[in-house]
């Protein structure tokens, strides 16, 4: 009689084939296990430029912790902050490369890439609160803008939220006419540049990273940005002044390399996509207070001079302004820029009638 070993149980020749049969499914079994098991995981580089500890950071953060455990370890996120991987110049080619599979740009970076739609959320003043801006994101207009992307190899996943800008410099921004002469750093959006010219200023394109030595050595006078990214930049040690104006709206594209994510296997796209928006709901929430925040941290340095723009001068601001959106009808689409009064109008005749609403509510009580 032969038999053989195998390294846990013996076979006997004679065992009828059945058992056979079974003996070599559970090896089989055993083996495909082990191949699953030591395959490596499907790896995405997330980079993107800002500090770990804001909005962006911290998502970017939550996302990984949700992708690596709903992917059940098939799938491993690395978080690059700080643009230590690749700076706003880089970022996208290398995307588009597939150098790094995930990025989150500001919307006033997809200008460069061809894809000028993008600079409606630039225009000034367009968007008088955040209800209207996530109408926006979220409905018809945000959708159009993302499929845009594809043409470029890109795939969008998200809208990501940082919140409105305040100017700052080192003389005080009151008026208008105050801006004349200054040397402003801005993103890459040509208007952000039209918005800079018809204040008379000089805008200056330059990476996020460069900003604050620019600031420090005079190369730029000064510049506009969120609460938080004045804050976590350490902006207020480079300029005494800043203006609460909410001019502007700055927030982000979640975007991905378009080969890579349709070549993953769709469950593993599903609790993906599962992951972002759940990371997507937890960037908008804490966007808000890290702003709020900011503000309180900027105030108690006690180094740069906040200035609330009172409403009235606010109204000069817009009216400054207003010429940008329609120098930019043809770029953004006019059509665009009316759906999106539209919807600023009708987010702020169902506020007046919350209001109403409420303020009769208490009468009653
Ligand atoms: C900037 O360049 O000012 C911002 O886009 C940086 C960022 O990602 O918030």
């Known amino acids: ?24 499914f559970v090896l089989f079994g055993i083996f495909f296990l082990q191949t699953v098991l030591a395959a490596d995981p499907v790896v995405i580089k997330f980079s993107h430029v800002l500090a770990a500890s ?21 799938v491993r996120v690395e978080v690059y902050p700080n643009g230590q991987l690749y700076k706003d110049r880089d970022e996208m080619v290398a ?29 000034p003043y367009m968007f008088p609160n955040k209800t209207t801006l996530y109408r ?39 008026n208008a006419e105050d801006f004349k002469g ?37 190369e730029v006078n000064g510049t506009e940005n ?21 001019h502007g709206y700055l927030g982000y594209a979640v975007i991905v390399n378009k080969t890579f994510w349709e070549g993953l ?14 990371a997507t709901r937890y960037e908008r929430r804490i966007a808000q207070e890290e702003n709020e925040n900011a503000l309180e941290k900027l105030r108690a340095t006690g180094k740069t001079e906040i200035y609330i723009l009172p409403n009235e001068s606010r109204r000069i601001w817009q009216q400054a302004l207003l010429p940008v959106h329609d120098q930019f009808a043809e770029v953004v689409g006019r059509g665009t820029i009316q759906a999106v009064y539209k919807i600023a109008a009708e987010v ?10 409420n303020s009769s509510a208490k009468a009653k009580k």
């Not at 740009?105 to 225009?123: A, T």
């Not at 769709?266 to 609790?271: G, K, L, N, S």
């Open 95 to 123: 995307l588009q490369l597939g150098a790094v599979q995930m990025l989150a740009p500001s919307l006033s970076k997809f200008g460069p890439l061809g894809i000028r739609d993008f600079e409606i959320f630039d225009m």
């Open 182 to 218: 200054l040397k402003m750093r801005i993103q890459s959006s040509k208007a952000l540049d039209a918005q800079m010219r018809v204040l008379g200023a000089s805008p200056q394109v330059m990476p996020f990273s460069e900003v604050y030595a620019a600031l420090k050595n005079g």
């Open 136 to 174: 926006v994101m979220d409905g018809k207009i945000g959708a159009n803008l993302i499929a845009k992307l594809e043409s470029k190899g890109i795939k969008g996943l998200a809208y990501w939220d940082n919140g409105f800008k305040q100017m700052s410099a080192n003389k005080p921004l009151r």
């Open 226 to 246: 969120t609460l938080s990214n004045f804050q976590s930049q350490k902006i207020y040690e480079v300029q005494k002044h800043m203006t609460l104006s909410d």
């Open 265 to 278: 296997k769709p469950d593993i796209r599903a609790q993906l996509e599962k992951a972002m928006a759940e």
């Open 1 to 24: 009689m032969r038999s053989f070993h195998l390294p846990w149980f013996r076979i006997n020749t004679k065992t009828d084939s059945t058992k056979i049969t079974q003996s070599l």
């Open 348 to 357: 702020e005749k169902e506020e007046k009638l919350n209001k109403d609403n």
């Open 54 to 74: 804001t909005p962006k950071g911290m998502a970017a953060e939550k996302f990984k912790e949700l992708a690596e455990s709903y992917t059940k370890g098939s």
